[in-house]
């Protein structure tokens, strides 16, 4: 049996779906900047996976499109994590649900 | 077969990383389950035949931005909440949501017929550059994209330092000067 498009879209998937549970169910906020970043990896995955499955020329644009994807991920922490310290140093504490009053 | 038996390993070593992200209580080593989850998926990438992607994959990912996460946690000695619970009663509600989710897109991957095509470009170092470079009028146009997405790090890190930094005539700022 050999390695078909389907079993790489299936990985991609779990990936995926253990990302978001932890972006959404932790409660410590460096698990949920780690969780978005898990669900980032699974997408570029199946850009990948999916553009393996395209014709000579086509096949180009889905292993060029996550380094632009893995470029935004690098800002995204840069600021979410510069983020992450100004709260930090109101509220004492990395737990999320104090951060749900935002009134300064 | 064999590239069969290679998806098998990384793709439980990647999941079994990502799992142990979920269920690991302190942050630094969830943070380093996602170093090992990150460095599997580059080798996914070598092996489905993209092997600069794995690097970028390696040098910016498990490198740079995982560099950043770790010494994030250790600055503000994320540990200190690790006494509260890790899940609430909202997670109950989350798991089985995510696994209908899951269920149901993973019902239509498994329609949608894949297969995999014999003239795929390998993605090589020469082939990507080529690509991402081509200034020509009837090329891509990606280059457009990469300078957008300079001046997108470079506002990025601007708005990091101006958020990060501690207010200079601030109270905060004073007290910590007053006491060097």
Do not use: W
């Amino acid at each position: 049996m050999e390695l078909q498009p389907i079993f790489i879209q299936i990985l991609s998937l779990a990936i995926f779906a253990v990302g978001i549970v932890v972006a959404i169910s932790r409660r410590n906020i460096f698990f949920v900047l780690m969780g978005i970043e898990l669900a980032l990896n699974a997408v570029n995955l199946s850009f990948v996976g999916f553009a393996k499955t395209l014709p000579a020329e086509l096949s180009v644009a889905g292993q060029i499109v996550p380094l632009f994807t893995i470029a935004i991920a690098a800002a995204e922490a840069c600021v979410g994590f510069a983020m992450v310290i100004l709260i930090f140093r109101n509220r004492e504490s990395v737990d999320a649900d104090t951060y749900s009053n935002m009134r300064g | 077969m064999l590239s069969l038996i290679y998806f098998i390993v990384l793709g439980l070593i990647a999941l079994g990383a990502a799992v142990c992200v979920l269920l690991s209580r302190h942050p630094l080593y969830g943070a380093l389950s996602l170093v090992v989850s990150m460095v599997s998926l580059a080798g996914i990438y070598g092996l489905l035949g993209s092997p600069f992607l794995g690097v970028v994959q390696i040098m910016v990912y498990a490198g740079a931005i995982m560099m950043l996460v770790t010494f994030v946690i250790m600055v503000l000695n994320g540990a200190r909440d690790s006494k509260t619970p890790m899940f609430d009663k909202v997670s109950l509600f989350i798991f089985p949501a995510v696994i209908v989710l899951a269920g149901l897109i993973g019902f239509a991957l498994v329609r949608a017929p894949l297969a995999f095509d014999a003239t795929t470009l390998r993605g090589s170092v020469a082939l990507t550059s080529q690509t991402l470079f081509d200034v020509a009028q009837t090329g891509p146009g990606y280059f457009i994209l990469f300078e957008i997405l300079g001046l997108l790090l470079l506002s990025a890190m601007v708005a990091a330092v101006l958020m990060a930094k501690k207010r200079l005539g601030s109270v905060e700022s004073e007290n910590t000067e007053g006491n060097h």
